[in-house]
């Protein structure tokens, strides 16, 4: 626990009871996490799930219906040096496209009173110094990204948070952001990062807090998220409700009949099924194995139509305080694991 003159807090960001309310819709809907310092935290959910007007909170741009959402125990727009404290663009649309890279970092660097010097540090930074004096309209999506990132980093600021920085990246540059943010984290420093696709930022991120509809649905680390898979057996056979049967009386019940007509089967082997099958009458044309990937737990947790068909996977810890799932049905077709 910290004290500031403001109060306590237990991690940079702390998230506590946030909703925010438009006229006809719940954008955000009673979310709380934290962000601990050092870590990359991923902030994940489809489209329209509530992410932005999160991070514009976060930020004092949006002021919530409820809750708080603070920055070392304080809400942003009381810090006292706000850029120092956290390095924050939400919108690669804030670029002036006849302005030039130095240019527009220059500008911001003077409204936040730091030196100018400094807009051609962080262009080098980001690695475009040799496009300082290119207009940012004929910047790809990647350049401006980078642009973005140098603009949050003009402050030489203790948080990073950053709106989709990944979108518009090839592989080269995702590896790129990767490391600029690894190492960043890597001094102790703090980084939350929104994004519409786990698979986009696995790699990059330490931890998850994955929104569906303004809701929380699961939050922990990447590696409690990997433990949370589980492979299960896909068996063709000639009578699977029957096999289903059979394998629970023999304590396996979790056995599901999948859309296309096979048993999905967790919780053991291949070598239970022939014998089992064999008492009960049951032929069994194959067997598969199915592994999930993370893409396809994401997919379940937050959009319901895909919880379904999604069957290789078994449902992570929660819901609790702890690190875990925290959301209704839309998740997976096998009653939970745990
Ligand atoms: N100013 C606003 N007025 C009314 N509704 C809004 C406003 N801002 C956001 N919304 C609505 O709130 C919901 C959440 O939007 P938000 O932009 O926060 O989601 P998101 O997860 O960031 O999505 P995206 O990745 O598409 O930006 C959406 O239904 C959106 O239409």
Same mark, same amino acid.
């Given at each position: 626990?910290?004290?500031?003159?403001?109060?306590?807090?237990?991690?940079?960001?702390?998230?506590?009871?946030?909703?925010?309310?438009?006229?006809?819709?719940?954008?955000? =809907?009673? &979310?709380?996490?934290?962000?601990? !310092?050092?870590?990359?935290?991923?902030?994940?959910?489809?489209? +329209? #799930? @509530?992410? %932005?007007?999160?991070?514009?909170?976060?930020?004092?741009?949006?002021?919530?219906?409820?809750?708080?959402?603070?920055?070392?125990?304080?809400?942003?727009?009381?810090?006292?040096?706000?850029?120092?404290?956290?390095?924050?663009?939400?919108?690669?649309?804030?670029?002036?496209?006849?302005?030039?890279?130095?240019?527009?970092?220059?500008?911001?660097?003077?409204?936040?009173?730091?030196?100018?010097?400094?807009?051609?540090?962080?262009?080098?930074?980001?690695?475009?110094?040799?496009?300082?004096?290119?207009?940012?309209?004929?910047?790809?999506?990647?350049?401006?990204?980078?642009?973005?990132?140098?603009?949050?980093?003009?402050?030489?600021?203790?948080?990073?948070?950053?709106?989709?920085?990944? =979108?518009? &990246?090839?592989?080269?540059?995702? !590896?790129?952001?990767?490391?600029?943010?690894?190492?960043?984290? +890597? #001094? @102790?420093? %703090?980084?939350?990062?929104?994004?519409?696709?786990?698979?986009?930022?696995?790699?990059?991120?330490?931890?998850?807090?994955?929104?569906?509809?303004?809701?929380?649905?699961?939050?922990?680390?990447?590696?409690?998220?990997?433990?949370?898979?589980?492979?299960?057996?896909?068996?063709?056979?000639?009578?699977?409700?029957?096999?289903?049967?059979?394998?629970?009386?023999?304590?396996?019940?979790?056995?599901?009949?999948?859309?296309?007509?096979?048993?999905?089967?967790?919780?053991?082997?291949?070598?239970?099924?022939?014998?089992?099958?064999?008492?009960?009458?049951?032929?069994?044309?194959?067997?598969?194995?199915?592994?999930?990937?993370?893409?396809?737990?994401?997919?379940?947790?937050?959009?319901?139509?895909?919880?379904?068909?999604?069957?290789?996977?078994?449902?992570?810890?929660?819901?609790?305080?702890?690190? +875990?799932?925290?959301?209704?049905?839309?998740?997976?077709?096998?009653?939970?694991?745990?």
């Amino acid at each position: 626990m910290t004290n500031t003159a403001m109060g306590s807090f237990s991690a940079p960001i702390e998230i506590r009871g946030l909703t925010k309310t438009f006229k006809a819709a719940r954008a955000v =809907n009673d &979310l709380s996490f934290d962000v601990q !310092a050092g870590s990359i935290t991923g902030f994940l959910g489809p489209n +329209g #799930s @509530g992410k %932005t007007t999160t991070l514009r909170m976060l930020l004092g741009l949006v002021s919530p219906t409820s809750g708080s959402a603070t920055i070392n125990g304080t809400p942003m727009r009381l810090l006292s040096n706000p850029a120092r404290t956290v390095g924050a663009v939400l919108d690669v649309g804030s670029l002036h496209p006849k302005r030039t890279a130095l240019g527009h970092l220059e500008i911001y660097a003077a409204a936040i009173g730091t030196p100018t010097q400094r807009a051609a540090q962080v262009l080098d930074m980001v690695g475009l110094s040799s496009v300082g004096a290119h207009k940012t309209g004929t910047f790809s999506l990647g350049m401006r990204q980078r642009l973005i990132l140098a603009t949050a980093m003009l402050g030489d600021p203790e948080i990073l948070v950053l709106d989709e920085p990944a =979108n518009g &990246l090839d592989p080269e540059g995702m !590896a790129w952001l990767r490391q600029f943010l690894q190492t960043f984290a +890597g #001094s @102790g420093r %703090t980084v939350l990062i929104s994004s519409h696709a786990l698979r986009e930022v696995e790699a990059t991120v330490d931890s998850v807090v994955i929104v569906s509809a303004g809701s929380l649905v699961y939050q922990g680390t990447m590696d409690e998220l990997r433990r949370s898979q589980r492979s299960r057996l896909l068996v063709s056979c000639s009578n699977p409700a029957l096999l289903a049967t059979a394998l629970a009386a023999r304590g396996i019940i979790d056995a599901q009949i999948t859309q296309d007509g096979r048993l999905a089967v967790g919780g053991t082997d291949t070598s239970v099924l022939p014998p089992v099958a064999s008492a009960a009458g049951v032929t069994i044309f194959g067997v598969a194995t199915e592994g999930a990937d993370l893409e396809q737990l994401f997919l379940a947790m937050t959009t319901p139509q895909y919880a379904v068909p999604q069957v290789g996977y078994h449902r992570p810890p929660g819901p609790g305080s702890g690190p +875990g799932y925290y959301g209704p049905a839309a998740y997976g077709p096998s009653g939970g694991h745990r």
